[in-house]
């Protein structure tokens, strides 16, 4: 049986951030700018209160993802989500949300360590907005540690970059999601709050 694993990454892991990035061709349904991406790692590498993961599978990195822990406003954001394009045609669906759901166990746990409890996160949707409405229940069969702990809600519709009303937006869905906004493509932000009877008084 496969084991599943999540670490922190470092400037060391390049090769394995690549990995992830290079094994897709789009995200968002536009063309990766590869140089934009990995500038963006790298950025989330050496900066403070940014954090970089990797999920194995037993020795193998299948996915990254990137955590920004803001600093003048209590939430973190979680972006630049990549897992390995032959893993998810081996594993789709299923597996896709079991290994995401671990990826942002281990950084939900990292950020309530540093009283962190809400966070936000960006999907792509639908021209009759179908994933918008399935709301939190991707989590609610793959991770049972979120779905017991955290509400999740959807919380803004982007159609166009004049929907961007918020810095953190632009920072969660970067050049690409810009990108993918100019081309006409619907992106759905979400957040999700640890319940209020779970939050240290």
Not at 3 to 21: A, P, S, Y
Not at 140 to 150: G, V
Request: proline letters at 1%.
């Amino acid at each position: 049986m496969s084991t599943v694993r999540v670490r922190l990454l470092q400037q060391k892991d390049v090769g394995l951030i690549e990995n992830c990035v290079y094994s897709h061709n789009t995200v968002y349904g536009v063309p990766i700018v590869y140089d934009a991406v990995l500038e963006r790692f790298d950025f989330y590498l050496r900066g403070n209160n940014k954090n970089v993961y990797g999920v194995f599978v037993d020795s193998d990195c299948v996915g990254v993802c990137t955590q920004n822990l803001w600093e003048m406003i209590p939430f973190w954001t979680m972006s630049n989500l990549y897992l390995k394009n032959n893993f998810l045609n081996k594993f789709l669906n299923d597996n896709f949300m079991f290994i995401m759901g671990k990826l942002v166990e281990e950084a939900i746990i990292r950020a309530e360590e540093k009283q962190y409890y809400d966070f936000f996160y960006v999907i792509r949707d639908t021209a009759t907005l179908s994933r918008k409405l399935k709301g939190r229940t991707v989590w609610e069969e793959k991770n049972q540690f979120i779905s017991d702990r955290y509400d999740i809600i959807n919380v803004h519709t982007l159609q166009s970059s004049d929907d961007m009303r918020w810095g953190y937006i632009a920072d969660m869905i970067g050049e690409t999601g810009i990108k993918a906004l100019q081309n006409k493509k619907i992106l759905t932000i979400r957040r999700a709050s640890l319940r209020s009877s779970l939050r240290p008084v």
